[in-house]
């Protein structure tokens, strides 16, 4: 705060000294506000004053507005870096959200893909099972079909090689029955249709003799003799012995082949087992006949009968 000085006629001696004081500041290379003590600042004359007042008050402003020039100068680069900063920050992020957008583009398309794959497999699979129902459906018709035209016929298995060389085929077959049902041999038998070796060439690999096949008229003389030969259990032929059984496709003898080691193991126990056609097992077992169209089913029901289970543990 700038204090009015009044003047007083008494004061020129003051005043002169301030001069003098004054000249002597600029003659030591001293200017206003630059290291003067407070005895030259109260020598100074007003005007003096306030000119030294202005001039400290101008060299603040004008380190002040410097300082403010590089405050705002610093400001701006920090600015500016924060905003060049901000933009490379933008383009980073711009750049992932591109990448992830393209990226979920390629999932979708990948599992529009799979989808369409998926749909595909399943149409496959469909036809694929419709198929193998038609073929299994078409190979039962040809086994039903096969075994029909069968169903007269009669194979005797054991017969030795060349028995046929001094007798018909026909001759043998009514030997064995004169010699193992000589009841039914008195009764007319319906005609033989054919009679023959099969397979009509001999494997030299084979020690076994060639089945010898009997094709009857009527199925009822075919079943006739068959069950005969069950119940006598051992046929013969010149007392040696054979084996007369039904005659199939080579399809349904396989299905029953696979019965085989059952079976006997069922005899052996008194089961009473036999084959129902095409290739069923039936047998009796706690005074009920059970019987089953494959061994998955026989299993999960020996699996309830612990006796049965024993039974068949090493063929199951």
Known sequence: ????VRRSPHQKPVQMKRQGTLTQMREKGKTPGNQLSDEEILSLQEKDFRLLMLKMMQDIGNKLEAKMDTLQETLTKEVQGIKLKQEEMQNTITEIKNSLEAANSRIQEAEERISEVEDRLVEITDAEQKREKRLKTNEESLRELWDNVKRTNIRIIGVPEGEEREKETE????????????NMGKEP???IQEAQRVPYKINPRRNTPRHILIKLTKIKDKEKILKAAREKKQVTYKGTPIRLSADFSAETLQARREWHDILNVMKGKNLQPRLLYPARLSFRFEGEIKSFTDKQKLREFSNTKPALQQILKELL
């Not at 705060?1 to 009015?4: D, E, W, Y």
């Not at 001759?171 to 000589?182: C, M, T, V, W």
């Open 1 to 4: 705060m700038l204090l009015s």
């Open 189 to 191: 038998l319906t005609q």
């Open 171 to 182: 001759k043998i077959f009514q030997e064995i029955i004169a010699e193992n049902f000589p």
